[in-house]
């Protein structure tokens, strides 16, 4: 039922078109620009004075917060805007195809965003002996929950054909995801939600994943939870696209 | 080809498509008339996939469009209403990505793609950003991406809006060049354009077919149509006798009085169920002697036709 080589077409275009505007290299510059800077005021790299890359992965949720909403806002309310939804859902290429198409474009773009931090990895490698392995799992965390935050984008910008509304609302979801195992959150909850809820709500958080995986162990646990939590909101961002095609 | 059976859409409690039901053929240009909201583009979206009906059927080519989406598309090409197009795209990219979603690859996506610019004569503008061409060559593109895969069936919604009357009349004779090949269903509100490109128009009010025939067929239907205009160089003395014999006249309905100066007499004598009274007209002007400065058949306007049966 899903055909890769469609996929795999929508997928080029979309792409490309971040680099034929200059969401590509605003969005770069400012994530390598922001990484650095959180890196080494904040996160107080040198003083540190160990060699790893804790400090620089530590803040990239909260860049992700407001740069990854950026990014996904466009991905469904600009064809609505536009009306090319009406010309791309027109063609031989299904729904969650398209879907998929678009997220995983997004995903390789924060991904070649990621990778061009390497200056990062030969610094560390450069001032000491890091573990390499988990620098590593450190980077793939921090895709995994990019991959997380792009899909609640995707979703969010499925039901509007505004994309700033897109941007807040992004925004807000991903941040209830990040704070998900944070006390604030909890406590709100845990005086009359069964325990169990609180559980299930704090086991929803992108923090405790993310940091179990920067840590160097990639847990079977943590790498389901992300990708079933992509699935389920691409799930969605389609189911919403086929029930809500025009406007 | 293309069959729509009962075909209706609601939006919450809005009903933009009542019930719409035809059946085009091959080598067939229907076009679709009707006042602005009366359901053309909805109905037209429908048939495309992109909004799937409250009820009804779609079947285009022997696939039905609820159950075999992917085929019903394949086979049409589609040109929604604005011509959307990705602007931060060339002519050529996006032709490009079209092909290769249409499943051109390689030489024959190169050749699809040559084929179609030479058409739609892009030639002049492959390489500027879509979002900087002029509304007429965003049609064209629009075109462009609709006619590439060579579709069994072409849908175009108001694929003249805006143009010059020379893009019009580009975009017309394209359309003509291809309608022995394909089914093509195409809205408009100028109805000049019915005349000049459609062997069939159906006309929509309310959600509803309220009109279906070859032009031709919808013309006769003109309150006016037969109707005589008649000038004489006379006496208005004689008026009153004049306008007796005419109205004599067999299947003469009523006769208007248009001038009665001294040498200018003027009726407009409409026919009983629209019929040619001409011939009558004539023999009488004939055998009664009157010096006739302006025998003249009005045809019916599609105009009149349309704003009859939608008002």
Known sequence: ?247 | MVEIENLKKRFGPFTAVQDVSFEVKKGEVLGFLGPNGAGKSTTMKMITGFLTPTAGRVNVAGFDIETEPQEVKRRIGYLPEGAPAYPDMTPLEFLDFIAQIRGYQGKEKQQRIDKTIEQINLQSVLNQSIETLSKGFKRRVGLAQAILHDPEVLIMDEPTDGLDPNQKHEVRSLIQSMAAEKVIILSTHILEEVDAVCSRAIIIANGRVVADGTPENLEARAPLHNAVTLTLNAEQSQAASIRQQLLSLKDVKKLEKLEESDNNLRYRLVPERRCSIISEVSKLSHAQNWSVAELHVAKGRLDDVFRQITT
Not at chain 1, 8 to 13: E, M, N, P
Not at chain 1, 52 to 57: E, I, S, T, V
């Open chain 1, 1 to 247: 039922m899903l055909d890769t080589y469609n996929i795999g077409v929508l997928f080029k275009r979309e792409l490309n078109s971040y680099f034929a505007t200059p969401i590509a290299y605003v969005f770069i510059v400012i994530f390598l620009f922001l990484s650095g800077i959180f890196t080494f005021y904040l996160g107080n790299f040198f003083a540190n004075g160990q060699a790893d890359l804790r400090a620089f992965f530590t803040y990239h949720p909260w860049l992700y917060l407001f740069l990854i909403p950026a990014l996904s806002m466009r991905l469904w309310a600009e064809e609505r805007k536009t009306g090319t939804i009406e010309l791309l859902l027109t063609l031989p290429i299904s729904v969650i195809e398209a879907v998929l198409g678009k997220f995983l474009a997004a995903w390789v773009f924060t991904g070649i965003a990621l990778l061009l931090t390497f200056p990062m990895w030969i610094t560390v490698n450069y001032l000491g002996s890091p573990d390499n392995s988990v620098i590593f799992s450190g980077y793939l965390g921090s895709w995994l929950m990019a991959g997380g935050f792009l899909a609640i984008g995707s979703c969010v910008s499925a039901m509007t054909k505004n994309q700033v509304v897109a941007f807040v609302i992004t925004a807000v979801v991903s941040l209830l995801f990040i704070l998900s195992g944070l006390p604030m959150v909890l406590d709100f909850f845990s005086g009359w939600a069964p325990q169990l809820l609180v559980n299930a709500i704090s086991s929803f958080s992108f923090l405790s994943h993310f940091n179990a995986i920067t840590k160097g162990v990639i847990d079977l646990r943590d790498l389901v939870y992300f990708l079933s939590l992509i699935a389920f909101w691409l799930f969605a961002a389609t189911l919403i696209i086929e029930t809500k095609k025009a406007d």
